[in-house]
T-cell receptor, first 112, second 112 residues
Framework: DVKVTQSSRYLVKRTGEKVFLECVQDMDHENMFWYRQDPGLGLRLIYFSYDVKMKEKGDIPEGYSVSREKKERFSLILESASTNQTSMYLCASLGTANSPLHFGNGTRLTVT | EDKVVQSPLSLVVHEGDTVTLNCSYE??????LLWYKQEKKAPTFLFMLTSSGIEKKSGRLSSILDKKELFSILNITATQTGDSAVYLC????????????FGQGTRLTINP
C-alpha cells in the first residue's frame, strides 16, 4: 500500500514566520502535489512536482514555494505566513496518469 | 476555465436511506473522473471512471459516468453511519493528466 506521510498533523504559527510543511512517500512515485482545502472551495492545487528538482505552479501558488531535492520528499514553504494561509494542507503522490492520487493525512495550519 | 461542480453541498439522511451524489464538469480534454471519500483525514480513493455508461460497483457504493451530458453520480444504498464523510469528485485531463480539478465536495451525514 502507498504511504504518504505528512510530518505534522496540526501546526500553529505566527504571522510573518517561515513555515515548512514536509511530505514523504514510499512508493517511488514521480509526481507529488500540494493542495489546500478550504470549506466551500474544495481542494486547490498549490504546486506539483513531476521529478526531482522539477516543479510547476498550480492554481494558487502565490505566497508559497516548494522544494524537491529527493524523489520521496516534497516540501511546501510559506516564506512569510499570513492569516489567509490558515487552512488544511494535503500532500499527494501519483504513480502513473492512469492511477489515483494517494493522499497524506493533512496538516491543519493555523496562522495567528 | 475548467470547472467541476458537486451537488448537493450538504446532505443529511437517516440510516438505511439511499443517496445519490452528483458531479458535473466542464473540462477540456477529459481523461477520467475520480471519486474520493474523506473522513477526518486523508481522502481515500473510491472509483475511477473513464468510459460512459459502465457502472463501477464496490459493495453498497456504485458510480457511473455520462460523457455526453458531462456528469457522474455516486450512489450509496442502505446507508450506514460509517458512510458519513465528505465525498470529493475530481476530473483528470489528457494534457497535464496529473493535475486533477476538484469539486467543492458533498458533506454527507447519516443519522442513526
Amino acid at each position: 500500500d502507498v504511504k504518504v506521510t505528512q510530518s505534522s498533523r496540526y501546526l500553529v504559527k505566527r504571522t510573518g514566520e517561515k513555515v515548512f510543511l514536509e511530505c514523504v512517500q514510499d512508493m517511488d512515485h514521480e509526481n507529488m502535489f500540494w493542495y489546500r482545502q478550504d470549506p466551500g472551495l474544495g481542494l486547490r492545487l498549490i504546486y506539483f512536482s513531476y521529478d526531482v528538482k522539477m516543479k510547476e505552479k498550480g492554481d494558487i501558488p502565490e505566497g508559497y514555494s516548494v522544494s524537491r531535492e529527493k524523489k520521496e520528499r516534497f516540501s511546501l514553504i510559506l516564506e512569510s505566513a499570513s492569516t489567509n494561509q490558515t487552512s488544511m494542507y494535503l500532500c499527494a503522490s501519483l504513480g502513473t496518469a492512469n492511477s489515483p492520487l494517494h493522499f497524506g493525512n493533512g496538516t491543519r495550519l493555523t496562522v495567528t | 476555465e475548467d470547472k467541476v461542480v458537486q451537488s448537493p453541498l450538504s446532505l443529511v439522511v437517516h440510516e438505511g436511506d439511499t443517496v445519490t451524489l452528483n458531479c458535473s464538469y466542464e473540462v477540456t480534454n477529459f481523461r477520467s473522473l475520480l471519486w474520493y471519500k474523506q473522513e477526518k483525514k486523508a481522502p481515500t480513493f473510491l472509483f475511477m471512471l473513464t468510459s460512459s455508461g459502465i457502472e463501477k460497483k464496490s459493495g453498497r457504493l456504485s458510480s457511473i459516468l455520462d460523457k455526453k451530458e458531462l456528469f457522474s453520480i455516486l450512489n450509496i444504498t442502505a446507508t450506514q453511519t460509517g458512510d458519513s464523510a465528505v465525498y470529493l469528485c475530481a476530473v483528470g485531463r489528457v494534457q497535464g493528466a496529473q493535475k486533477l480539478v476538484f469539486g467543492q465536495g458533498t458533506r454527507l451525514t447519516i443519522n442513526p
